[in-house]
């Protein structure tokens, strides 16, 4: 897997006969009071190596997609302007910038039912932001979601409860704890197995060395540090490739074994 090009708000990989891109929603700040120790408790301290800007963690908002040239599939939709503060909703301005027709866009695949990755279906005016959608799959417990705002893409709601094919080269992996429909959606070519996995770590800078930390909305706390822990180890295989919303912006990196956890490579540099 290799960057081909990148700009301010997204970033192209080749992977295999497949194309990756990285589009970047913006940005969340949250406190790191959020952060929790393998028992559910605040953590007493952060380490000084995870970065604070002013006294939050900036955790970046990404969403995915994935093409072969003839079917696409776009992995999470950011927040859109369903968010107290204007620091998300940028996906619309990244798919622009990376050449991406929205009005094309029919698969649509959400990793769980939290507003910085379900609430894009719907454009800030409160159209459907993808006018030509015919599928979005999501966690069969999660699907409630779709009531509200979201109601008018109800129709279309294939709700995942095992493991399943959504085309030639995309499974979604059911995987719960961070909320009870949280899904994995696995993309497999030639080059290898992208793992795009939502939610499973909030903090790259600490929850890869420290992968027992939770995080404060880690629904069912030890369910999700499970997950996180199968997933981090199946990473670590040969031509194994994680994307995740909340890595670094683009967000697309190896995995690797080091010391009681794991290092992370970014396979781009990441975008400010
Ligand atoms: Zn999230």
């Known amino acids: 897997m290799r960057l081909i090009s990148a700009g301010q708000h997204h970033a ?3 992977f295999g006969e497949l194309q990756v891109i990285s589009l970047r929603d913006g940005y969340i700040d949250m406190p790191p009071t959020r952060l929790r ?3 559910g408790r605040p953590l007493p301290q952060v380490p000084v190596a995870v970065p604070l800007i002013g006294d939050n963690l900036r955790l970046s908002v990404n969403a995915f997609y994935v093409t072969d040239g003839t079917r696409s599939v776009l992995v999470d939709t950011g927040a859109s302007d369903n968010w107290h503060d204007p620091t998300m909703g940028l996906i619309y301005k990244a798919l622009d910038e990376a ?3 929205r009005a094309e ?3 649509v695949a959400i990793t769980h039912n939290h507003e910085d990755h379900v609430s894009g279906l719907i454009a800030p005016d409160g159209s459907e932001a993808f006018t030509k959608l015919e599928r979005v799959w999501i966690g069969a417990g999660d699907a409630a979601v779709f009531t509200g705002r979201l109601e008018p893409i109800r129709d279309r709601v294939i709700p995942v409860s095992e493991q399943v094919a959504l085309n030639d080269w995309t499974t979604a992996i059911p995987t719960p704890g961070h909320t009870p429909g949280h899904t994995v959606y696995e993309i497999t070519s ?3 197995h992208l793992l795009i996995w939502g939610d499973t770590v909030h903090v790259p800078t600490l929850q890869f060395d420290q992968p027992k930390v939770s ?5 069912d706390q030890s369910q999700a540090r499970a997950a996180r822990a199968i997933l981090l180890e199946q990473l670590t295989r040969p031509n194994y490739f994680v994307a995740g919303a909340h890595l670094d912006s683009p967000g697309i990196a190896r995995v690797s074994p080091s010391g009681e956890g794991y290092a992370l490579e970014y396979l781009a540099t990441p975008i400010d």
């Open 12 to 14: 192209r990989f080749e």
């Open 37 to 39: 120790d393998g028992e």
């Open 99 to 101: 050449g991406v027709d």
């Open 105 to 107: 866009i029919t698969d």
């Open 190 to 192: 030639s080059a290898g």
């Open 215 to 219: 995080w404060e909305f880690d629904g």
